[in-house]
């Protein structure tokens, strides 16, 4: 036991993840901390699916963070394993399916994101394939490159073969859209498609008649100068506060419609009344655009 005694392995202040393993009770320790230990009994198992995700950071439920199985992929010919705590997959990885981050092997982003599709709700893989391709060009106050390129998300997946979620993973790839910055905003988006509302742009720069970038919203319906802006818990906070309050001057004194979207709307709405307050303000602002045509063509 590498020269430690019984008795500490059994001390209160150790908890044991799986046989074998033991560490600190009540560290704040990270999923490839608690996977390292694993990884030294079974050299073969590959940090993957929930746990793999972990690692990465990928944006994930509640429900998924609280889970604390330690899930690792394993070659197929590895007999069976019934260790405790541990969710023991048996499939074959490719070469580069399999990365090292702080000494632990763990699947790739793209092999993580397959996987997840298997065993996560459709809209979760949606939108952490946005979280993986999200990228703003230049103008935005804060540049950002995607962790994978949206055609290499893709290409990876339409060269995938008898995977398991391979079909929710190629229907998810259709839908994945570059400049979506969190879950919300993914869901908002996916549940303007599902009411059958046409899909909002991305990444839209709102810009001064000096061409000057002034406001980024979150989704924006141009044709109607309508934009909505999701805002997070972040934004409670006085000094962001002052600074949507400015964005929004802006964009109405440039004539634009805003709609601005609050976990508290999600939460007496559903995600689906807020697809049909967003349905209900682009009919109106069509509404009023094909009046102002009339007239003008009154007028000419």
Request: charged residues 20%; hydrophobic residues 45%.
């Amino acid at each position: 036991m590498l020269g430690i005694g019984r008795g500490r392995l059994r001390a209160s202040d150790l908890v044991a993840p799986t046989r074998g393993v033991r560490v600190p009770w009540g560290a704040a320790m990270g999923a490839a901390a608690v996977v390292r230990p694993l990884q030294a009994l079974l050299p073969d198992a590959v940090a993957s699916f929930i746990t793999a995700a972990k690692i990465w950071g990928f944006p994930l439920s509640l429900d998924a963070e609280r889970d604390q199985t330690l899930h690792v992929t394993r070659p197929l010919e590895t007999p069976g394993s019934t260790r405790p705590g541990v969710a023991c997959h048996r499939m074959r990885l490719a070469a580069r399916d399999v990365v090292t981050i702080d000494g632990v092997l763990v699947t790739s982003r793209e092999r993580t994101w397959l996987d997840l599709a298997g065993v996560l709700p459709f809209e979760q893989v949606v939108a952490i394939g946005d979280y993986l391709v999200c990228a703003h060009p230049p103008g935005f106050p804060a540049p950002r490159e995607p962790w994978v390129p949206l055609e290499r998300l893709r290409g990876y997946v339409s060269a995938q073969r008898r995977v398991r979620g391979l079909p929710a993973a190629r229907r998810a790839s259709g839908l994945v859209r570059v400049g979506a910055d969190s879950v919300p905003e993914t869901l908002l988006r996916l549940a303007l498609v599902e009411a059958g509302l046409p899909e909002p742009t991305l990444n839209y720069v709102i810009r001064d008649p000096m061409g000057r970038a002034v406001a980024w919203p979150d989704q924006a319906f141009v044709a109607l100068r309508f934009a909505i802006q999701y805002d997070g818990e972040h934004h409670r906070t006085a000094e962001q506060q002052a600074l949507d309050n400015w964005r929004n001057r802006v964009v109405g004194d440039l004539a634009w419609d805003q709609l601005i979207v609050s976990g508290a709307d999600v939460r007496r709405r559903g995600w689906g009344g807020v697809a049909a307050l967003v349905g209900s303000r682009l009919h109106r602002l069509e509404a009023l655009r094909a009046g102002a045509r009339s007239r003008a063509q009154m007028l000419a």
